[in-house]
Nanobody, 123 residues
Framework: QVQLMESGGGSVQAGGSLRLSCTAS????????MGWFRQAAGKEREGVAV????????VYADSVKGRFTVSRDNAKNTLSLEMNSLKPEDTAMYYC????????????????WGQGTQVTVSS
């Protein structure tokens, strides 16, 4: 059974940086779609960055392009999200997710989710 565990997150002032990590366990194959999503209070969950663990491609939401970067450590089954130049509007619960027939930013495609980690950016 595939499980995801996020770490990182916290509180930071605008302009600061944070790093999130997500470790997957239980996968029996090496290339799969995995990504980061977020949900702010009162808003729908949205995709932040998704891609295959092989690194074949990574898609970023327009709102984070140039500020967020995904990196992979396949030996550790870990997907990290480096977040720079954070803005108050980045405040949200951040989730990693996997097991999707389509590797897109649409959260409805994903069937396995981590428990989430809170990111709070103050102005």
């Amino acid at each position: 059974q595939v499980q995801l565990m996020e770490s990182g997150g916290g509180s930071v002032q605008a302009g600061g940086s944070l790093r999130l990590s997500c470790t997957a366990s239980g996968y029996t194959y090496s290339n799969y779609c995995m990504g980061w999503f977020r949900q702010a209070a009162g808003k729908e969950r949205e995709g932040v960055a998704v891609g295959y663990t092989s690194g074949a491609f990574t898609v970023y939401a327009d709102s984070v392009k140039g500020r967020f970067t995904v990196s992979r450590d396949n030996a550790k089954n870990t997907l990290s999200l480096e977040m720079n130049s954070l803005k108050p509007e980045d405040t949200a619960m951040y989730y990693c997710a996997t097991k999707s027939p389509l590797c897109t930013l649409n959260p409805d495609n994903y069937n396995i989710w981590g428990q989430g980690t809170q990111v709070t950016v103050s102005s």
